[in-house]
């Protein structure tokens, strides 16, 4: 990839050299002219040493990157000189990256903000004029605010949403409670939806005896190194997910191979043995295509189908219900057990499978046929297997290949890696991004059945991320769930349009927004900024910067920085309850937002439910007798600073996925069949029977748009794609200004032949644009990016482009079932950027 990335994004000679001055400075301090790799390990060591002047303090690096890296934060004055790599428990997950080495540049970044600030009165919402207010009036307003929106409109007119900003726990909670108390409505976010709903619908959902959910399952990634191969679904796991690039080249030292499948060639793309581009939405085609080779080399794992999959459960052509004893007229029997979620006795009534063409109890055979049908009063019923074999048979090699553009020969060399087990299938965030997206998930992890690929080391499909359910449920809904609205974000401009949701009035006339920039992050700018927002009677957003969203609200509040409070992190790919230290006072005005929370709510009349301060909520949220018993209470978080909330060791027990053969669904087997699809979330939509039958199992159809024989390709031919940067976790880092002198300004990637086309010359500004908007940035040449295609890093503010911005062109259309965000499934076209011509 050298060489292909021509002017990126103006590192010039000059920049380069003063960020790499500080390295250079250090080698000659110690008199080592090319230090070798072990003496910059002992020089780093004895940097991690406290003194009289100087105090360390444990930290967590907290954005939604996936790693909660533990932090040595130095404190020299009462101020943050340094941040530094701190043990973890295990050591494979000791790391830091280029983020969590410029803290300081954050924590003292001029952009951020120093006190609460009100919108100027007849200006406009966006238009930047703000006045200084006091707490005491900025929160006196908000509560006036709720008070007068909840009497008029009701009390779910008052809607928080938050996104993946800070995923901790007592900030979180103390939302939560507030929230919950004043029977708000909450907005949910929709990110990366379309893997979780895939993941779950064929697999369920696991929870540990630890009360660890993993929302994304997959054997843990240290467990990589017990594979033979190592296939990577659209993940760029150098840039996007880099802690755990080194167990994916440990692995690959230990003589695992490496397969990397994405349209882009990527970093990772070029460190790997095989790199397969694929059709941009197209992932599913090509699962179903390997399945049809394992079919065809009679590879299938019979075994595994029989005993941990509804393969030879018998579907009613009738009702497309599993066959029960009860469709052979005996009643089910009562068991005298009761089932916690929906309090009612549980009754036996047996799936029916076929055995030697006999009907029978699955309980009565331990090899079922998995092929075969039969007639049950007159209705065929076939089993779940011959159906999905009907699939399968439907996607010959020959057929995907020309709708995937991977050659045959490419399928059947896929498939023979994917035959030859045990292999670790990670699965990133590119390929769910397409309305199609939660069918890529699926047909994957079904593909693994097909092969008995799963529940042993090295063999997995899937992401891997956790979090922690909490030990003290009450606390964040003292008085039960909030009775208001739970709207997905993708839907709630859907709300405000015409007022309803779930077949009620809906009027959400509040918004409170932390741990979240939707403006930026989340598809359709325009949707925000011309629909949703307008329709507010007020808007508060709490954050550290003036982000697109902060920029839209009537009030902004400064919220303190990580370092700035004690707090527990409860999510990630470590799976690990991560405790953070109070390392300084926050600074200038900044509030922590618990204190936030706990202060407005006296103004509300709920004071008597917030009487503590952050670590008393804190001791409140974990010194329960559940969390003395699970070894999670402060006392032994404040001193452990990690605890694993799932059983095993990352380095000598690594978690292995569906080890039991079991899984969270209602038959508590592989669903590759599902009786009773259902959507993810309630939305406004409601989907249709075709859409229900369709998503019985996993299919492919077409992307929302990027798609060839999409209408809208005629006037946008390129399909616009996103990365992650390494210089941001979204929109956070976005001004720290180290960073920025690395990556300066936005910039787009384009094939060489697709620019020249259109009379593009590297590093012209260009504009991208569709009918939604339109984002301006810095062409860049990639030989890396297939012609049809633009790739941008994701996450620059509007006010950072030069006009535009890159959420402006996706659009918040989305999927019934996977109710998901699309970022992915744009359409644009590009031509030079006009400065001050017509658009
Ligand atoms: N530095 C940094 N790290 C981050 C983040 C960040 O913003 N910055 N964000 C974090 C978050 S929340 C997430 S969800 C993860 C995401 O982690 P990743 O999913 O690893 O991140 P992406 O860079 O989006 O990579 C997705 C890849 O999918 C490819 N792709 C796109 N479409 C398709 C397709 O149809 N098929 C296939 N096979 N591939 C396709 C893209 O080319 C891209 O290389 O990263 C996390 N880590
Ligand atoms: N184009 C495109 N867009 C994408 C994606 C993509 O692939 N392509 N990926 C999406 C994905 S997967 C994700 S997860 C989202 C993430 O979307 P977001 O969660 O909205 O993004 P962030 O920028 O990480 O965080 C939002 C804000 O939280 C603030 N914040 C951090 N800590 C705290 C805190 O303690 N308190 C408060 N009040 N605020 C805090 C930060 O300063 C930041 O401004 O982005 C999505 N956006
Ligand atoms: S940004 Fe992510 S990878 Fe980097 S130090 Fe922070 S937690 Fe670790
Ligand atoms: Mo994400």
Excluded at 269 to 280: E, F, H, L, Q, V
Excluded at 725 to 749: A, C, G, M, N
Excluded at 809 to 827: I, K, P
Aim: net charge negative; glycine share 8%.
């Amino acid at each position: 990839m050298s060489g292909a990335i021509s002017s990126h994004g103006g590192l010039t000679r000059r920049s380069f050299l003063k960020a790499t001055g500080a390295v250079a400075g250090a080698a000659a301090v110690t008199g080592v002219a090319t230090p070798t790799l072990q003496a910059l390990a002992a020089d780093y060591e004895s940097g991690q040493k406290e003194s009289e002047q100087e105090r360390i303090f444990r930290g967590v690096c907290r954005p939604n990157c996936f790693a909660f890296c533990h932090l040595n934060v130095h404190v020299r004055d009462g101020k943050v000189v340094k941040t530094s790599r701190a043990p973890y428990n295990e050591k494979c997950y000791d790391r830091i990256c280029q983020r969590g080495l410029s803290h300081v540049h954050r924590i003292y970044d001029p952009a951020r903000l120093q006190y609460p600030m009100r919108r100027v009165e007849g200006t406009e919402r966006g238009a930047g004029e703000w006045e200084r207010v006091s707490w005491d009036e900025a929160l006196d307003e908000i509560a006036g605010k709720i008070k007068s929106i909840q009497t008029e409109f009701g009390e779910s007119a008052v809607a928080f949403l938050t996104a993946s900003g800070n995923q901790s726990c007592a900030i979180t909670s103390a939302y939560g409670r507030l929230s919950s108390l004043m029977n708000a409505s909450s907005i949910g976010a929709c990110l990366d939806m379309g893997s979780y709903y895939g993941m779950q619908a064929v697999a369920g959902l696991y929870i540990s005896p630890l009360m660890g959910l993993q929302m994304w399952e997959g054997n843990e990634p240290t467990d990589a190194k017990n594979a033979k191969t190592i296939v990577v679904w659209g993940a760029n796991i150098t840039d996007a997910q880099v802690q755990n690039w080194h167990l994916v080249k440990e692995a690959m030292q230990g003589g695992t191979k490496l397969v990397v499948i994405d349209p882009v060639y990527t970093q990772i793309a070029s460190k790997a043995d095989r790199w397969i581009p694929i059709r941009p939405g197209s992932d599913t085609l090509l699962k179903y295509a390997l399945m049809n080779v394992v079919l065809e080399k009679d590879a299938q794992d019979v075994a595994y189908l029989q005993q941990h999959t509804v393969a030879p459960f018998l579907v009613r052509s009738d009702t497309g219900m599993f066959v029960r004893r009860s469709d052979t007229g005996i009643a089910p029997v009562p068991t005298g057990v009761m089932n916690p979620t929906t309090g009612k006795e549980v009754m036996d009534d047996p799936y029916m499978v076929l055995s030697n063409g006999e009907l029978v109890s699955v309980d009565e055979t331990s090899a079922p046929d998995i092929e075969g049908s039969y007639e049950l009063d007159g209705v065929k019923c076939r089993t779940a297997y011959a159906l999905l074999k009907e699939e399968i048979l439907d996607h010959s090699p020959e057929k995907v290949s020309e709708l995937t553009e991977v050659s045959v020969d490419d399928i059947y060399e896929l498939a023979e890696i994917c035959m030859d087990t045990p292999v670790y299938h990670y699965e990133g965030y590119g390929p769910q991004a397409y309305n199609n997206g939660g069918h890529t998930t699926m047909a994957g992890l079904t593909l693994c059945a097909l092969l008995g690929n799963l529940g042993k080391p090295g063999a997995s499909y899937g992401a891997f991320w956790g979090v922690h359910m909490g030990v003290n449920p009450a606390y964040a809904a003292p008085n039960g769930p909030s009775t208001g609205f739970a709207i997905p974000s993708v839907d709630l401009k859907n709300v405000v349009e015409t007022g309803k949701f779930g077949g009620k009035p809906a009027q959400i006339k509040m918004l409170w927004m932390y741990s979240a920039n939707p403006l930026n992050t989340h598809t359709d700018t325009h949707a925000w900024t011309d629909v949703i927002i307008p329709a507010m009677e007020y808007v508060v957003v709490a954050d550290s910067v003036m982000t697109d969203s902060a920029r839209y609200a009537d009030m902004v509040l400064p919220i303190a920085q990580w370092f700035e409070l004690e707090e527990v992190a409860n999510a990630g790919q470590c799976s690990s309850l991560h405790y953070s230290e109070k390392a300084i006072d926050p600074l200038y005005e900044s509030k922590p937002d618990p204190q936030i929370v706990t202060e407005l709510a006296q103004k509300l009349g709920l004071g008597d439910y917030f009487k503590l301060d952050n670590g008393g909520i804190l001791e409140e949220m974990y010194d329960t007798d559940m969390g003395k018993a699970l070894g999670m209470d402060m006392g032994n978080l404040r001193e452990k600073k990690q605890i694993r909330f799932i059983p095993g060791d990352a380095e000598t027990d690594p978690h292995i996925a569906y080890a039991d053969g079991k899984f969270g669904t209602a038959s508590g087997r592989f669903e590759f069949y599902r009786e009773m699809p259902m959507p993810r979330a309630a939305t406004t939509k409601t989907p249709t029977p075709e859409e229900i039958d369709r998503e019985r199992m996993a299919r492919w159809f077409p992307p929302l748009e990027a798609w060839p024989e999409n209408e809208l390709y005629k006037k946008y031919p390129l399909v616009l794609m996103s990365e992650r940067p390494r210089y941001r976790v979204h929109s956070q880092w976005f001004s720290t200004p180290l960073l920025r002198e690395l990556d300066p300004e936005p910039y787009v990637k384009i094939n060489p032949a697709d620019a020249e086309a259109r009379g593009i010359s590297d590093g012209d500004y260009v504009e991208c644009y569709n009918d939604r908007g339109f984002a301006v940035a810095k062409a860049v040449y990639s030989q890396a990016i297939r012609p049809g295609m633009l790739v941008y890093p994701k996450g620059w503010q509007l006010s950072q482009h030069k006009a535009g911005g890159w959420s402006e062109l996706s659009s918040t259309e989305f999927d019934v079932f996977a109710v998901n965000n699309n970022f992915m499934d744009v359409l644009c076209e590009i031509r030079v950027w006009n400065e001050g011509g017509a658009r």
